[in-house]
C-alpha cells in the first residue's frame, strides 16, 4: 500500500530557531499533500495544503511566513517552522494523495513531534 | 461548508463486547466519509470509507461501518472489541468535488480486558 514518511519523527528546537519537517510519498507520486496540526487529545488541524511545483495555499489563520511549505518534488514536501516559539510546540502530520492510482483517500504519515523549549 | 460530530469523546467496552463509534456529518453534496485510527504518537491509520454503492462498508481489523444518508451518519461499529483496539477515532468527509478533509473531534475508545 501507500507509504507516507515524516523526517524527524521527533525534535526539540530552543525557541527562535527554525525547524524543517520532510513528508514524502516513497512508492507514489503526490501532486498534493496536506499539513496537519494536532494539540493533544485534539483533532487534527489543516494547515495547508500543498501542490507541486506551485505556492502552497494556506488555511485561515496560518501565517504563511511562520509556516513555510515547499513541495519542489512528486514524493517530497517540506514543512519549516521559522522562528519557533513554545507555542509552536505540537504534533505535525502530512498525507498525500495518490492522484495517479484515482484512489481517494488521503495517505498519512507517522506525524513529527516538535518540542519547543 | 462540510462538518462532522463526533458526540462521544469517550468509548468504553469490555472485551468481546460489541463497539460502536458515531459519527454524524454534515456537507451540502455527495458526502464521502472515511474513518481513521490514531495509537498514541502515531499517524494517522485508514480503517475503511464510503464513496458510493453498498451502504454497508467493510474495513479493516473487523471494522464496518454503516451509511445512513436519512440520518446523514456513519457509525463504525465492531461485532467484538479487542484490547488492542484501544486507540483514538476520527471521522473524517470531504465532498465529492474537493479534496479537503474535515475531521471530527475524535472518540477516545477504551477495550478493558
Known amino acids: 500500500g501507500a507509504v507516507v514518511s515524516q523526517h524527524p519523527s521527533w525534535v526539540i528546537c530552543k525557541s527562535g530557531t527554525s525547524v524543517k519537517i520532510e513528508c514524502r510519498s516513497l512508492d507514489f507520486q503526490a501532486t498534493t499533500m496536506f499539513w496537519y496540526r494536532q494539540f493533544p487529545k485534539q483533532s487534527l488541524m489543516l494547515m495547508a495544503t500543498?501542490?507541486?511545483?506551485?505556492?502552497?495555499?494556506?488555511e485561515q489563520g496560518v501565517e504563511k511566513d511562520k509556516f513555510l511549505i515547499n513541495h519542489a518534488s512528486l514524493t517530497l514536501s517540506t514543512l519549516t517552522v521559522t522562528s519557533a516559539h513554545p507555542e509552536d510546540s505540537s504534533f505535525y502530520i502530512c498525507s498525500a494523495r495518490d492522484v495517479i492510482a484515482g484512489t481517494y483517500e488521503q495517505y498519512f504519515g507517522p506525524g513529527t513531534r516538535l518540542t519547543v523549549t | 461548508a462540510q462538518s462532522v460530530a463526533q458526540p462521544e469523546d469517550q468509548v468504553n467496552v469490555a472485551e468481546g463486547n460489541p463497539l460502536t463509534v458515531k459519527c454524524t456529518y454534515s456537507v451540502s453534496g455527495n458526502p464521502y466519509l472515511f474513518w481513521y485510527v490514531q495509537y498514541p504518537n502515531r499517524g494517522l491509520q485508514f480503517l475503511l470509507k464510503?464513496?458510493?454503492?453498498?451502504?454497508l462498508v467493510k474495513g479493516s481489523y473487523g471494522f464496518e461501518a454503516e451509511f445512513n444518508k436519512s440520518q446523514t451518519s456513519f457509525h463504525l461499529k465492531k461485532p467484538s472489541a479487542l484490547v488492542s483496539d484501544s486507540a483514538l477515532y476520527f471521522c473524517a468527509v470531504r465532498e465529492s468535488n474537493d479534496y479537503k478533509l474535515s475531521f471530527g473531534a475524535g472518540t477516545t475508545v477504551t477495550v478493558r480486558a
Open positions: 500543498s501542490n507541486e511545483g506551485s505556492k502552497a495555499t494556506y
Open positions: 464510503y464513496i458510493t454503492g453498498d451502504n
